[in-house]
């Protein structure tokens, strides 16, 4: 037989598209043509496979070769499709039964010497596959528990290029790979560690509860990087979508753990201030990866000292933080990834950041105000809750008569919370408060008129803008919902403004 094909998947940033190889073989000078919007990588993959079909005993068929990988029209990138094209060619010279190989979608990188070496996106591309009625999928070894968390679809774990060409041929078949149990999450940070911070601790109680951004000032040693570490603790673990999403996203970046093929737990990403605006957001000159921004969806993201951060690079957040993804658009194509993210940023008050206070504070009012205007407005006007973290007093750092509340006891709250805040959201597709759109939460929730004389004053001078009076009326629902009240009084919006309005930086 001259003609094959057999299947492999491409992607696009977390979405794949299934990918048809083909190979027809025709009497002419020896040679390979590869078609169809191939990159390097894939243009390279030919030495690759021929390499590994003759190291592994088979025969390279010394014909013309023309190999098309479809839809045409749809770049085709990275090492994935090694596995697919040895396969048809090996089929099409005949070698292997190119009916068993057409039923099979096969991802994987193949190694000089025949070895099968795993890759990234596979929990994506298994996704894709069985989206498009594909039934059986044949991965590396190292990918077969991620491949794994796809229901309704049969896992082949091939270490070997020659084990895949005896599976096909009948000698001897692959085993399916079955889901291993998964191991337990390791605990993470407790906020019983945080001494002498009740309103940080408050602040961070209220973020996890709504979903809010943070916004955390101080000077060193406040105890700002502690309350921001401990903010994914206080959050809900993932339920199976969402937790499917963070996988395929961490599965693309290449930064999935080997022993935890699912992620369950809200990540934590703290990029550091030096970061590029690729390395934030997202993108790359070859394939697009997903930024930190990405990687921290359904989780935080903490950009400590914030102001040291380019500005550039800062304000790229803002749309994706108000639509909760992001497209990275190339001459190539482009790539879109969700990025529901809590925002923590963290800063000092001044550029000398004493621990003194400004007592001991050597910066001019010049500095102070260029220091604090590498945060933009707009950006700034998106964080619904702001926090002066005062210094920690030598008599709360000593004090023994109480004890911090721990995580657990918090999370306990902040799951009533968000529960409550989820039945009263039912049939609107939202279920935290900071999701609501305005316009929806002025018609439907908005509290009572005398409740909310303060923060209408507050707009009136300008103080707020509209934007920072929806994000007052949301902090102040969640505050509600933490006290167990059906509706926000005087107190809860008082509360949820002066969260808003404490100065940034001093």
């Known amino acids: ?124 591309a298994v996704l894709a596959a069985a989206r498009a009625g594909h039934r059986t999928v044949v991965v590396p070894t190292g990918n077969a528990e991620e491949a794994a968390l796809v229901d309704g679809v049969e896992v082949l774990a091939a270490g070997t290029l020659a084990e895949l060409v005896a599976h096909v041929g009948g000698v001897a078949a692959l085993p399916r790979h079955t889901r291993r149990p998964l191991p337990p999450a390791a605990p993470g940070p407790d906020l019983g560690d945080v001494v002498g911070q009740t309103v940080g601790r408050r602040a ?23 309350l921001a570490e401990r903010l994914p603790g206080l959050l809900p673990e993932l339920d199976e979508q969402a937790a499917l999403e963070v996988t395929a996203i961490h599965s693309v970046a290449g930064t999935l753990p080997p022993d935890a093929p699912l992620v369950t737990r809200p990540t934590f990403e703290a990029p550091h201030h030096s970061a590029t605006m690729a390395s934030l957001v997202g993108g ?21 000292e914030a102001p040291e951060f380019p500005r550039a690079v800062l304000d790229t957040l803002r749309q994706p933080l108000e639509r909760g993804q992001v497209t990275i658009s190339r001459a190539s194509g482009a790539a879109t990834f969700p990025c529901r993210t809590q925002l923590v940023l963290a800063a000092n008050p001044c550029p000398c950041a004493s621990a003194a206070g400004d007592a001991a504070c050597t910066c001019s009012a010049l500095e102070r105000r260029r220091y604090r205007s590498r ?85 009136e001078r300008g103080a707020l803008s509209v934007r920072g009076y929806d994000r007052v009326l949301r902090v102040a629902w969640t505050l509600a919902d933490l006290a167990g009240r059906t509706v926000p009084g005087a107190d809860d919006v008082a509360e949820a403004l002066g969260m808003r309005l404490q100065r940034v930086a001093a």
């Not at 090996?90 to 057409?102: F, N, S, T």
């Not at 790359?284 to 400590?304: E, K, Q, T, Y």
Request: glycine letters at 12%; proline letters at 7%; charged letters at 20%.
């Open 284 to 304: 790359g000159s070859g394939v697009i990866r997903p930024g930190a921004l990405c990687r921290a969806h359904r989780g935080v993201l903490f950009l400590d």
């Open 375 to 459: 945060l933009s407005g707009p950006l700034l006007d998106r964080i619904d809750l702001r926090v002066d973290l005062p210094a920690v007093t030598r008599a709360a750092w000593l004090e023994a008569g109480s004890v911090p509340e721990p995580t657990a006891v918090v999370a306990g709250r902040v799951h009533q919370a968000r529960a409550a805040a989820a039945a009263r959201l039912h049939g609107t597709g939202l279920t935290l408060n900071s999701h609501v759109p305005g316009r929806l939460l002025r018609d439907r929730w908005s509290p009572p008129r005398p409740a909310l004389a303060l923060v209408e004053r507050a707009l």
């Open 1 to 124: 037989m001259t003609l094959a094909r057999t299947w492999s998947v491409g992607l696009a940033g977390v979405h794949g598209a299934v990918v048809e190889v083909e190979v027809d073989m025709s009497a002419g000078v020896p040679g390979v043509v590869l078609v169809g919007l191939p990159d390097a990588v894939v243009r390279q993959s030919v030495d690759r496979v021929r390499a590994a079909v003759v190291n592994t005993g088979g025969r390279w068929p010394l014909r013309r070769i023309t190999i098309g990988l479809s839809p045409a029209s749809m770049p085709k990138q990275g090492s994935g499709f090694d596995l697919a094209l040895a396969m048809a060619v090996l089929a099409a010279d005949g070698a292997v039964p190119a009916e068993a190989v057409g039923r099979l979608v096969l991802l994987g990188e193949l190694g000089l010497d025949g070895s099968v070496r795993a890759v990234r996106g596979v929990l994506p």
């Open 204 to 226: 961070v109680e209220v973020a996890a509860a709504g979903g809010h951004h943070l916004f955390l000032t101080g000077p060193p040693g406040a105890g700002k990087t502690m």
